[in-house]
């Protein structure tokens, strides 16, 4: 209820002691208003029961105000036990001012001594007349004498001024005593305010005195009220003092008042806490999904680095396609959760400014920014394995090449020195004829000649081997066996084709005849089958090409030796002319020849043989290197595809991000049209993901090609997946920032013609380092002002402060919020003053789940005046804005 106002009009001061004695003189002794008991006459007589004595009331007022007084003086730890005694040297009276004041009163004087009472009294009195009462005739000697009636009045007057004044029900005195003396009136007051307290419909009005214990009884237990008056004295007398009756109603006003305060009290911190809360649990959010999606990163990235080379094409191949899966079915889920990351950090951050809590500052390691180095990181691997990963295609593709062309020549040479060996071991020299011996002699350096042609294979053998070793071939082993074989067979070769020279020429000078037509037979088709063996080896040799002028080289050279056909086919005509000459002389001179030619294991037939193989090769050359034309040529097609729908699509995103850009700067309209706008456009750049889809698949056809170049675009599939998803992010947080604004708008009370105004001055300002154009944004007067603004706008030291920011400071230095001083303010209403709170009264005072919440986080109160169980809640109120730790 609100005290009503005091009567000015009163002509006696309230506070008197000539007053004090009209009461105690007129209204204790003699009652204003009686039963009486109607006589026959018609005539009314006092009932003489009723009637009682001044000592009787003064007794009673004594019990009243001691109680009183102990009811305050408790909260300081002390007590009375007699009123007109415990007064005397002013100490405790001093106490109690100070207690029912909440004031300090001068430092009182410790002195047993008579005077050192008396000034301690006259403080005390000297403080109540500061407070506009008037004490009449009331000294400190009287107190310090212990004269009981001027004592009395003194309280009196104390509760007058600290506990009834301007107290009054709907404009009318507390002192209607016949509203209180069944009890009733008691009982309903409690039951207002504290239904669960009082079974109100069980009461009776004709049983007076149980209604008034059960309401002292009540008072006491539950409301801290102690036990001021005594049924028996209130129903058994006309007339109770009405100051006892005043006193002991005062002290309910104050009790409930107390409570009504508390209540709202309790209804802020309520407020605060479910703040803090919410924010807690978007803390909790926001850290479990940066965790989450740093510990994927940490799974992922040393997959990505893992550089493990697979031993064939094929496990190479579904390495690539499991990297092409990770592209388009792993990564982008993890994008988006980046994405929505960095929104709820924003939305976090705003909703802390709103009610004026410190900036959230994650857990180390999980800072929007390390986040964001991760995912470089991430990207970074990912380059460096696709680029791993083709490298290591071009790898096998040239091994496998070269292990194919080794086995090729090594199978040729492998086939040629089959049988020399034994050839170059025989002794038919030792039971040959001359001519023989000179034919043996022609034949062996015929092979020779032969020997030296093999020479340069053996070498390319031997280097090829050495390629295969340097680029790590899987089989090499097999490799170098092989090649060591071909190698000590080769040197066999040689020192055996040397013996056998030796032993040849010891014998020459026994041998004089010889054929020279089987010699020039032979010396001519050795090198001209030399050259067939490698035509036929080149005109199967296998080839990898990566661009149409790589074949069309390859054509050029297959042309130029087509050129060459005509004159090597007159060259075997004229070998074979010679064995024609040959068979012609012998014929002639009817000879019968031995066999084949001495000189030469060559035979026109074997030369025949490889010619038309030749001739065969040479259409199936030509048809080859058009199949590899054709499929370059196909090739390139991929190639112009590619790059047709790159030099779009590239120059588009381009153009996307500039004009995002110039949105976020030139918002138009309200903020729910700019977000409208905002939205439809990011729809319009989804509705555009088909191109960069198809684009995708082309890119695909392209590797699955494996074509590794493009000359006819700049853009690669990487730069253009980078450009669409900073393109996404970017529409995503440019719609964040206008939904903040208008968080931010509704939360504030700020106007559209207000935010235009922010957005005017922040445009203007705006330079690649906001500082510059601080200070006379915001009328900043001095470093120390600008350095606690920028604290402010850029909690973070990140060198830029963005419109949001800027928002956020103009509306908090023009809008009240809670503060931590409030909230303790509260709190010290629930505790009834003290300096610390219980569990208990937190439990009373607040809902279950806020008040488990306070008691969970509070810290032991550690102060003197400490108890068991005390808990501290400044420190609690301070760390909920930052100001301490929890």
């Not at 004090?20 to 009486?36: I, T, V, Y």
């Not at 490889?610 to 090739?635: G, Y």
């Not at 809008?815 to 610390?836: C, H, M, P, R």
Request: net charge negative; proline share 4%; aromatic share 8%.
């Amino acid at each position: 209820m609100r005290p009503a106002k005091q009567d000015q009009s009163r002509k006696t001061p309230p506070y008197s002691l000539r007053g004090l004695k009209d009461l105690l003189q007129n209204s204790w002794c003699r009652r204003p208003s009686r039963f009486h008991a109607r006589s026959q006459f018609g005539q009314h007589q006092e009932d003489p029961r009723l009637r009682i004595g001044p000592a009787v009331l003064i007794l009673w007022l004594v019990g009243t105000f001691t109680a009183w007084c102990n009811s305050h003086l408790r909260k300081a730890g002390t007590q009375i036990d007699n009123i007109e005694e415990d007064f005397r040297d002013g100490l405790k009276l001093m106490l109690l001012l100070e207690v029912i004041s909440g004031e300090r009163l001068p430092k009182p004087e410790r002195g047993k001594m008579r005077v050192h009472k008396i000034n301690n009294v006259n403080k005390a009195l000297d403080f109540i007349g500061n407070k506009g009462v008037k004490l009449v005739s009331i000294g400190a000697e009287e107190i310090v004498d212990g004269n009981v009636k001027m004592t009395l009045g003194m309280i009196w007057t104390i509760i007058l001024r600290f506990a009834i004044q301007d107290i009054s029900v709907e404009g009318k005195s507390l002192s209607l005593f016949p509203i209180w003396k069944d009890g009733l009136a008691f009982n309903a007051l409690i039951h207002r305010h504290r239904p669960e307290l009082i079974d109100y419909d069980k009461l009776r009005k004709d049983d007076p005195v149980t209604n008034l214990n059960n309401a002292f009884e009540v008072a006491e237990k539950y409301l801290d009220i102690p036990k001021m008056l005594d049924a028996e004295d209130i129903v058994g007398t006309l007339r109770p003092d009405e100051k006892a009756i005043m006193t002991y109603v005062s002290c309910f006003y104050h009790a409930f008042s107390g409570a009504q305060k508390a209540e709202t009290a309790a209804n802020r911190i309520c407020k605060v806490l479910a703040v803090n809360q919410e924010n807690e649990h978007l803390m909790e959010d926001y850290e479990k999904l940066a965790s989450d999606l740093l510990e994927w990163i940490r799974r992922t990235i040393p997959w990505l680095e893992n550089r493990a080379p697979e031993k064939t094409m094929a496990e190479m191949q579904q390495k690539l396609e499991d990297f092409r899966d990770y592209r388009r079915v792993h990564k982008p889920p993890k994008v988006q959760e980046k994405c929505q990351l960095e929104i709820n950090f924003n939305t976090l951050q705003t909703k802390l400014r709103l009610s004026n809590r410190p900036a959230f500052m994650p857990s180390e390691g999980r800072m929007v920014s390390d986040i964001n180095g991760a995912w470089h990181k991430l990207e970074g691997a990912e380059k460096g394995y696709e680029e791993w990963l083709l490298n290591e295609i071009r790898r096998l593709e040239r091994l496998d090449h070269l292990a194919e062309k080794f086995r090729q020549k090594a199978a040729i040479h492998e086939s040629w020195t089959d049988g020399k060996e034994a050839m170059l071991t025989q002794k038919d020299y030792e039971t040959a004829s001359l001519s023989e011996v000179k034919a043996l002699l022609r034949k062996h350096e015929a092979f020779e000649s032969d020997l030296a042609a093999h020479q340069d294979r053996v070498e390319q053998i031997a280097a090829i081997a050495q390629e295969l070793n340097e680029l790590d071939y899987y089989d090499s082993p097999s490799v170098n066996a092989r090649c060591q074989k071909i190698c000590d067979q080769w040197d066999i070769l040689g020192s055996l084709t040397q013996s056998r020279r030796e032993s040849l020429e010891r014998t020459e000078k026994q041998l004089e005849s010889i054929d020279e037509l089987y010699l020039e037979f032979a010396k001519r088709a050795a090198p001209f089958n030399n050259w067939m063996e490698g035509a036929m080896e080149d005109l199967q040799d296998m080839f990898i090409v990566h661009n149409i002028e790589e074949i069309q080289g390859l054509i050029t050279a297959h042309e130029q030796f087509k050129s060459t056909l005509p004159e090597a086919n007159k060259e075997r005509e004229a070998i074979q002319a010679i064995q024609a000459e040959v068979q012609k002389i012998a014929q002639y001179n009817g000879i019968k020849l031995a066999g084949n030619n001495p000189y030469t294991s060559i035979t026109p037939q074997s030369i025949d043989s490889k010619w038309e193989k030749v001739q065969k090769l040479v259409p199936q050359r030509d048809q080859a290197l058009q199949e590899e034309l054709t499929r370059q040529q196909s090739n390139d097609h991929l190639r112009r595809q590619f790059a047709n729908q790159a030099n779009i699509i590239g120059p588009w995103i381009q153009n996307k991000m500039e004009e995002i850009g110039r949105i976020s700067i030139e918002m138009n309209g309200t903020l729910e049209d700019q977000l409208t706008h905002l939205r439809q456009y990011e729809q319009s750049i989804i509705e555009y993901k088909p191109n960069i889809e198809k684009l995708e698949g082309d890119h695909q056809l392209i590797q699955e090609a494996l074509i590794f170049d493009n000359k006819y675009t700049p853009y690669t599939m990487e730069h253009l997946r980078v450009g669409w998803e900073q393109l996404l992010t970017t529409i995503a947080r440019t719609i964040n920032e206008i939904e903040n604004q208008i968080l931010t708008r509704d939360a504030k009370g700020i106007s559209q013609e207000q935010l235009h105004e922010y957005r005017t001055s922040f445009n203007h300002f705006d330079k690649p380092f906001f500082g510059y154009g601080l200070t006379p944004c915001f009328g900043l007067q001095g470093d120390a002002e600008f350095t606690r603004i920028m604290g402010i706008v850029d909690p973070n030291n990140s060198g830029a402060v963005t419109f949001q920011a800027f928002i956020d400071f103009m509306s908090r230095e023009t809008t009240d919020t809670d503060t931590a001083d409030q909230v303790i303010a509260s709190f010290k209403i629930l505790a009834g003053d003290k300096n610390y709170i219980t569990a208990e009264e937190l439990r009373r005072e607040l809902p279950p789940d806020q008040a488990e919440y306070c008691i969970a986080r509070m810290a032991p109160y550690a102060g003197p005046d400490a108890i068991p169980g005390a808990l501290d809640y400044m420190s609690f109120s301070t760390a909920l804005y930052g100001e301490s730790d929890l």
